[in-house]
């Protein structure tokens, strides 16, 4: 996800989190507010307010013994502060997401109609066709043993394994596209077969998901862990590029993972309709 979307939808939430607590949090109801003068390292406490009768503002001084009217006043402006301050400021993420959300760049083009399209050529690629670009480049898998059991998806291609065909008909049904063991060539000495690769449209990278599906073998288990090292150390990170789902012979994949895994880590990976 766009790093810049993903801190607008958190602080947005933020925001709505503030004012729900506000709403349970009245300010005091005290009159004046509060200054505060340090000397000597102490602070000392004045309770400043209007005074109807003279018409002048006044300044008392607040002894020590009188600590909750002090706390009183200080917690009455923090929360008028707030009561200003974050009403406005969720205001303007919205606003801010919103622009955002729609790239008026790209829609240059895309809101052209079907005849003027064909008359233009856009500056860079629209993220569609960047993405059906991707899709059409040709794709090569790793050979099946003769006696291996045959197992298709949803969308009529053979996989290994029925978890895989879990997270290939996942896939499909959010109508994300995908790779299926897609050559990826991470450095000079290492080529790895992730299980499925995936196109993530706005930032236009790749994103891999890896099932490792034998985790109670030592020895699988151990080239598990040195895997993932190995994408990490060069630059394929785990939670951003790299999505892994493990299982064991105590421990199957299911469903409901699978979904929340997709809503989790591949919404910027969904067909792009214009």
Known sequence: MNKIGSFLDSECERMQRVLKALEGRPAPLVEGRLEISCSRSRANYYWVRYDKASQKWTRKYIPPAETAFVRRLAEKQYLKNLNRIVPRRLKRLEALKKDLEMDEVECCFTQLSPARKELVQPIEPTRKMRQEAWVNEPNSIQKFAPRALVIETARGERVRSKSEKIIADGLHRHHIPYKYERPLFLDEE???????????????????????????????????????????????????????????????????????????????????EE
């Open 190 to 272: 290492t080529i790895y077969y992730p299980d499925f690769t995936m196109y993530d449209v706005d930032h236009d990278v790749e994103v891999y998901w890896e099932h490792f599906g034998l985790m109670d073998d030592p020895d699988y288990c151990k080239k598990t862990i040195a895997k993932i090292e190995k994408y990490e150390m060069n630059g394929v990170r785990l939670g951003e590029r790299l999505v892994v789902t493990f299982e064991s012979s105590n421990y199957s994949l299911n469903y409901r993972y699978v979904e929340f895994v997709i809503e989790a880590h591949l919404r910027d990976c969904v067909f792009v």
